[in-house]
């Protein structure tokens, strides 16, 4: 079957712009991931969803980070007044259900998100 | 809190030569440990992953981990290296929350396959 996909694949914005990055999650994936991979932080958790809510923003970086689940399906997480160090490739992940740990997180190609 | 070192950001072999990939967890409860490749431009895909069944994992394209408690480590290895095993390497711990876990990742390993 289809696994998750990402849109877009690459995006250039300039700084102090918005950017919209999309997922796509396995159907019926009932929970939902964003992760950061960044030459110098490595792969960072940013968010998790459990159906269209959020128990755990933990990770964003700051406040001009939000990220939104709708019909349990796709997410959206957006920037808002980017920043170089906004530079990364934002990964998304879903799994079937979220099982204390035991679970499957599979991951999405990710958005090489490049802020000049 | 849960953390993972692997050792070595680069580790080259031959063709056909063992594979070995370090990786130590910091876990302050019995941990669920995955090793997961990154193929260039793609995203993550899970080679194994142990949750406290049988201590030896065998996972996809011949790669095997062994989970050992009293060393606190989760090594990754394959007896040859193939050509096509040349990627990067990350080693994951989960962080157990109430329902619900999160990855924690090492820095990474690329696997540098010489013929």
């Known amino acids: 079957g289809a696994g998750v996909s990402q849109s877009p694949s690459n995006k250039v914005t300039e700084k102090g712009k918005d950017v919209e990055l999309r997922c796509d999650p396995i159907s019926g994936h009932t929970a939902l991931y964003w992760y950061r991979q960044s030459l110098g932080q490595g792969l960072e958790f940013l968010i998790y969803f459990q159906g269209n809510s959020a128990p755990d923003k933990s990770g964003l970086p700051s406040d001009r980070f939000s990220a939104e689940r709708t019909g349990g399906s796709v997410s959206t997480l957006t920037i808002q007044r980017t920043q170089q160090e906004d530079s990364a490739v934002y990964l998304c992940a879903s799994s079937l259900v979220a099982s204390g740990g035991r679970d499957t997180q599979y991951f999405g190609p990710g958005t090489r998100l490049t802020v000049l | 809190a849960q953390s993972v070192t692997q050792l070595g950001s680069h580790v080259s072999v031959s063709e056909g030569a063992l594979v070995l990939l370090r990786c130590n967890y910091s876990s302050s409860v019995p941990p669920y440990l995955f090793w997961y490749v990154q193929y260039p431009n793609q995203g993550l895909q899970l080679l194994l992953k142990?949750?406290?069944?049988?201590?030896l994992v065998k996972g996809i394209n011949g790669f095997e981990a062994e989970f050992k408690k009293s060393e606190t480590s989760f090594h990754l290895t394959k007896p040859s290296a193939h050509m096509s095993d040349a990627a990067e390497y990350f080693c994951a711990v989960s962080r157990k929350n109430s329902g619900y876990s999160t990855l924690t990742f090492g820095k990474g390993t690329m696997l540098l396959v010489s013929p």
């Open positions: 142990y949750t406290s069944a049988a201590t």
